[in-house]
């Protein structure tokens, strides 16, 4: 091939190029590639890789346009990935699992925290997710607050936008002579959690359920050597109780504990104290219907025989045998309760059939606030009806 021929065949390939060259100019000009065209995968954007490919397009008017949507577009992905990654987020939206219900623990009731993750293991209630994040407040299904940790939030709460579906769960556990009321809160609760037998979700401080095989057989009276015991630290002269105490301790001994009586024990110590004692003095600080707290429960549990002040005994025996404790209202005054006392003292025959009802049942506590949580979950599932509370302080305080 001669020169003059080379020269041509060079001249045709460079004029070519160039027209190639514009052709691949003008398309990037006038096509606007999808996202999903480059290799900049949504599994995998981060904010290196993403510019990098944004910035290999031609520097060109639509080049920085593509780069502006590249970058909007990672963005976006990078919140649809924290999302995914968040299993209340995930619980909350997932459609196929129409169970699973997500509560806001708005605060911790009297600071006691517990495990978020144990409602399947301490109660065998499923489809249930826990979680203290206020973030999530909108993907809640229910929110549980706790009357005594409201405080100054109220005037908060007020203002906040809820979803249509949400459940506000108002949870109380104290009498009402011990809780605040909340002024300009008609209408704000839609359910309610308590120890009341008529409130939505049910919670009592414990309960007696079908006992086992082997506590049945491993069951036995605690040996005894003390007749009256007492353990209490909220002395208040106006309560009923005092009045009672001070009357009845002028028949019979009574052993006193806790900071009232400058004898505190530990948890430990609590269960041996009790134990030790024929008589427990499970005397509440207020008198309410169905208001019957740990100190009947935890009589019952350590094998002592409780003596009660609170509602009727008809009220105590939709809960417990009533062979199984002793209402200082059977007596005429304190000196008749001071007197049957030892008379049960002085025969252990009699005693005895105060523990009868141990041949059938146990006693089960109610782990304080979980409980709650994870019953309102299972609420929440069952349930798919409108309720609101239009006024809290008339149902409670009234």
């Not at 506000?168 to 011990?178: G, I, K, L």
Request: with cysteine.
């Amino acid at each position: 091939m001669t020169p003059k021929t080379l020269s041509g065949h060079r001249h045709h390939i460079i004029i070519g190029l160039v027209v190639l060259m514009c052709f691949v100019a003008l398309f990037f000009v006038y096509y606007k590639p999808a996202v999903s065209w480059l290799p900049c995968p949504r599994t995998e954007l981060t904010p290196d890789t993403c510019k990098h490919v944004c910035l290999d397009v031609p520097k060109m008017e639509k080049a920085a346009q593509f780069e502006n949507n590249c970058t909007l577009n990672y963005t976006m992905v990078q919140q649809q990935t924290a999302d995914t990654q968040s299993p209340v987020l995930e619980s909350a939206q997932n459609t196929k699992d129409t169970n699973t219900k997500v509560v806001l623990i708005w605060s911790w009731p009297f600071g006691h925290h517990f495990n978020l993750d144990s409602c399947g293991s301490e109660l065998g209630i499923t489809g249930c997710r826990l979680t203290d994040d206020r973030s999530q407040l909108d993907k809640a299904h229910g929110v549980m607050f706790h009357l005594r940790d409201i405080g100054g939030d109220l005037s908060y709460l007020l203002t906040l936008s809820r979803p249509p579906l949400q459940k506000w769960v108002w949870m109380n556990m104290e009498s009402p002579a011990n809780s605040p009321q909340l002024p300009g809160a008609d209408h704000l609760f839609n359910l309610t959690s308590n120890y009341r037998r008529d409130s939505d979700i049910w919670v009592p401080y414990g309960r007696l359920i079908e006992a086992s095989e082997e506590d049945k057989k491993t069951f036995q009276i605690p040996t005894k050597d003390k007749l009256v015991c007492w353990i209490v630290s909220n002395w208040n002269v106006n309560y009923k109780r005092v009045g009672y105490f001070n009357e009845l301790s002028k028949y019979i001994n009574v052993e006193g504990y806790g900071r009232h009586f400058d004898k505190y024990i530990d948890q430990d110590d609590y269960a041996k104290v009790m134990s030790s004692c024929k008589f427990y003095l499970s005397f509440e600080n207020s008198i309410y219907k169905d208001y019957m707290t740990e100190k009947l429960f935890n009589a019952l549990k350590y094998g002592t025989v409780p003596v009660v002040i609170g509602p009727p005994r008809v009220n105590y025996e939709e809960y417990i045998p009533g062979d199984s404790f002793i209402h200082i209202d059977d007596f005429g005054s304190p000196q008749e309760l001071a007197e049957h006392l030892k008379l049960l003292d002085q025969n252990q025959e009699m005693y005895e059939q105060y523990f009868a009802w141990r041949k059938y049942f146990t006693v089960k506590e109610s782990p304080f606030g979980l409980e709650h949580a994870c019953r309102i979950c299972e609420y929440l599932n069952k349930n798919h009806n409108f309720r609101v509370f239009t006024n809290i302080n008339q149902w409670y305080w009234s």
